[in-house]
């Protein structure tokens, strides 16, 4: 028998295919697709304390092996996520991790607190990484003392599985991974979008409404991998692990750098059905080599 | 009420290339066939393509339903050669496969509430428009279109749409139909005698028909273009802002009554 269960902190979760916030809607968008039941756990959409409209269309710009987003974390807020759309995902038998968001530390403290009361979702990511919102968002996860302000704050209120979701957008971003791991973080996600933009040569325009935004897709895949193998090398905690992700062996490349689990993002765009074919690529790599524990994939890179 | 309306009937699937017609250096025909039964498509549904091959092709591409074969499970989409993307589709041949999601999006409002509509297309924003006209004639309903383009050449497909009922044409140059804009086209003295109008095409034509439909009074539907990363409404990259705030034009869309619309 083969084993895909792995542990973030002290929750299991039943194989290491996750989807990313903000390309997986909430779940029921991927129901005519594939069986979201199958995923070891799906990050919903970004959440904020109060209903957000986002940044001004356009917000998307296809670039090389990629695409620039600056959606801004368009949401109802937590309360409509906690009475109308929780009742409708919470039966999915899957980790359900919200993903949140804020402007202030208290909003991040009061959106966290609301969550923690709902009985089916298991974590949050706490989102200090959003290069896209003009307050709060990456400024958060930019510098240490910031990052661990929030983090701190947020553990005491939030009683569940915390992970914390790092920027790139940093000189060392395994010192900050290290800062929230001090004050409490059950694990960290990375990597979310890089900074980026794109400009139109013919009508001399920004391609996005905000000038910059975040690019995601295998163009950031190497960044992203190299990040996660620096931060695997300061930290104990599990490391979940993505950017660029469009296969099993993309996957598994994570995984060997250090990553406990990996999040599926820009590739369902592509392909609806990517994450189940991730997961069953991943299954048919441990039979071609012979493993039994998909654990022993972590940090398995060899010298 | 809930708060998720997924259409279930959306899928993805490898169609065959069974037919391929190229109507002039821009624009080409791709006919599909599903090895399936298709389900419910609406007029003014879209599909998402895969394109294969094409390194700078990174996104699919959304491409309205130009008109559908139910007993022979077959679509076909009308393509304007815009960029890499729609030109490597139409490098492909009788016998490849094409993955599709679809059908995706909401269509136009098509029902025998209306007596004589007026469908109004721009260009390869006439795509939406031949299912819809087809649907509306079976319902009983008097058709009329209005094409226009820069010249001759840009007029596309007229005789479909003339087995629908009156074609009015509109060039900027007036090398076919009347010279000037379509919105300036005589037949659009008469709009208040339509009950409807139904358009696609660039935004500025589009902007400038919603105008006039408010002017005289005439309910309209727009099908919307906006720049799409999934078209499953799973991105909320390709918003419209409405009188609701921001909508996905994937899957509130494509099609919007003007009214919802901060246009006017
Ligand atoms: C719901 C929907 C239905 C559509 N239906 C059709 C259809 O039936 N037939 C058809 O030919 N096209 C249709 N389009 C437009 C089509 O999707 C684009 O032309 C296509 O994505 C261009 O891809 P490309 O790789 O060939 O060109 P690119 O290299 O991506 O772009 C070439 C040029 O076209 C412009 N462009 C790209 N996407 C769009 C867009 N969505 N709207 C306007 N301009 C764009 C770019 O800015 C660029 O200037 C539809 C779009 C939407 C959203
Ligand atoms: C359209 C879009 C929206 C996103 N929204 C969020 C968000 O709300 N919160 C967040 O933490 N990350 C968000 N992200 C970042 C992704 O979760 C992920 O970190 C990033 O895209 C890298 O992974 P990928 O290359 O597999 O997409 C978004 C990405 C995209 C493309
Ligand atoms: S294109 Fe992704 S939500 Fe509409």
Request: hydrophobic fraction near 40%; include cysteine; aromatic fraction near 6%.
């Amino acid at each position: 028998m083969m084993n895909l269960k792995v542990n973030i902190g002290n929750l299991e979760i039943k194989n290491p295919v996750m989807t990313a916030s903000g390309t997986f809607g909430y779940g029921p968008e991927f129901d005519p697709y594939i069986d979201i039941n199958r995923l070891g756990g799906i990050v919903v959409k970004g959440t904020t304390l109060h209903h957000r409209e986002g940044n001004a269309y356009p917000r998307m710009a296809e670039t090389p092996s990629g695409m620039l987003n600056s959606v801004g974390l368009q949401n109802k807020g937590v309360d409509v996520f906690c009475n109308e759309i929780y009742p409708e995902i919470k039966h999915y038998n899957t980790a359900i991790f919200v993903n949140v968001s804020g402007s202030t530390v208290e909003e991040y403290i009061e959106t966290a607190a609301r969550i923690n009361e709902l009985d089916h979702i298991p974590g949050i990511e706490l989102n200090i990484s959003c290069p896209n919102v003009k307050e709060g968002g990456m400024a958060f996860g930019t510098s240490c003392p910031s990052a661990v302000a929030v983090t701190h704050a947020v553990r005491q209120v939030y009683h569940k599985s915390l992970m914390v979701k790092l920027s790139p957008n940093v000189t060392n971003i395994a010192e900050i991974a290290k800062a929230v791991q001090d004050v409490g973080a059950d694990s960290v996600s990375l990597i979310n979008t890089l900074l980026g933009m794109a400009i139109n040569a013919e009508t001399r325009r920004p391609a996005l409404s905000t000038i910059t935004g975040g690019l995601s897709g295998p163009a950031v895949k190497p960044i992203a991998l190299r990040m996660v193998w620096q931060v695997a090398q300061a930290v104990k905690i599990p490391i979940i692990g993505m950017g660029g992700i469009m296969n099993a062996t993309d996957a598994i490349e994570f995984l060997l750098a250090g990553a406990t689990a990996v999040q599926v993002g820009t590739a369902n765009f592509i392909d609806p059905t990517v994450t189940i074919k991730v997961l069953e690529g991943i299954e048919a790599y441990m039979l071609r080599h012979g493993i039994s524990d998909v654990n022993e994939l972590v940090g398995g890179m060899r010298a | 009420m809930a708060y998720f309306n997924i259409n279930h009937h959306q899928h993805s699937e490898d169609l065959l290339i069974v037919g391929k017609r190229d109507i002039n250096q821009s624009y080409y025909v791709l006919t599909l066939k599903s090895s399936y039964q298709f389900p419910l498509i609406e007029p003014g549904q879209f599909v998402n393509v895969l394109v294969d091959n094409s390194p700078t092709t990174f996104l699919r591409r959304p491409i309205s339903i130009y008109d559908v074969d139910f007993e022979q499970s077959t679509i076909d989409l009308l393509i304007l050669k815009a960029g890499d993307g729609t030109r490597k589709l139409a490098e492909k041949n009788i016998g490849d496969m094409v993955n599709l999601l679809f059908p995706l999006g909401r269509g136009f409002t098509c029902d025998a509430s209306v007596g004589k509509v007026l469908m109004i297309g721009g260009g390869v924003g006439l795509a939406p428009l031949l299912f819809l006209g087809k649907q509306l004639v079976n319902e009983g309903v008097e058709v009329h279109t209005l094409i226009g383009g820069r010249s001759k050449d840009y007029i596309i497909e007229m005789e479909k749409f003339e087995l629908l009922g009156k074609v009015y044409i509109s060039t900027d140059d007036g090398s076919f139909g009347e010279k000037g804009l379509l919105t300036a086209n005589s037949i659009i003295s008469e709009l208040s005698a339509f009950d409807k109008v139904f358009t696609c095409g660039p935004d500025p034509m589009m902007k400038a028909v919603a105008l006039l439909c408010d002017a005289y009074g005439v309910s309209c539907e727009v099908s919307l273009e906006n720049l799409m990363a999934c078209g499953i409404g799973s991105c909320l990259c390709c918003v419209e802002d409405t009188v609701d705030g921001h909508k996905c034009a994937c899957t509130d869309g494509p099609v919007f009554n003007t009214k919802l619309l901060k246009w006017i």
